[in-house]
Nanobody, 115 residues
Framework: QVQLVESGGGLVQAGGSLRLSCAAP????????IRWYRQAPGKEREMVAT???????NYADSVKGRFTISRNKSANTIFLQMDSLKPEDTAIYLC?????????WGPGIQVTVSS
């Protein structure tokens, strides 16, 4: 079982920045891929950004050029730097990890962008 803990959410004005963290407090965290998803009220869950164990990254078109996913290998933490935030980025952001063929989710964290 892998527990994921998200942090760094909150309220920010449009144009501002937030950095989300997804931590896996385990001794040896070897994942295949980690993804950030988001879910806004009344909308489908949307994949926002992906990072593989080989550091390949991928982004949704809606966040390209504004969001950056990265990792701190020694700290078993994945980051999502979110810049130039827009009100439509408001959602619950969830971290997903695929480890040895199994999928794990964090509880999610709220991000609210005011206009």
């Amino acid at each position: 079982q892998v527990q994921l803990v998200e942090s760094g959410g909150g309220l920010v004005q449009a144009g501002g920045s937030l950095r989300l963290s997804c931590a896996a407090p385990v001794r040896h965290f070897i994942f295949t891929v980690i993804r950030w998803y988001r879910q806004a009220p009344g909308k489908e869950r949307e994949m926002v950004a992906t990072i593989s164990n080989g550091a390949y990254t991928n982004y949704a078109d809606s966040v390209k050029g504004r969001f950056t996913i990265s990792r701190n290998k020694s700290a078993n933490t994945i980051f999502l730097q979110m810049d130039s935030l827009k009100p439509e980025d408001t959602a619950i952001y969830l971290c997903q990890a695929v480890v040895s063929g199994r999928t794990f989710w964090g509880p999610g964290i709220q991000v609210t962008v005011s206009s």
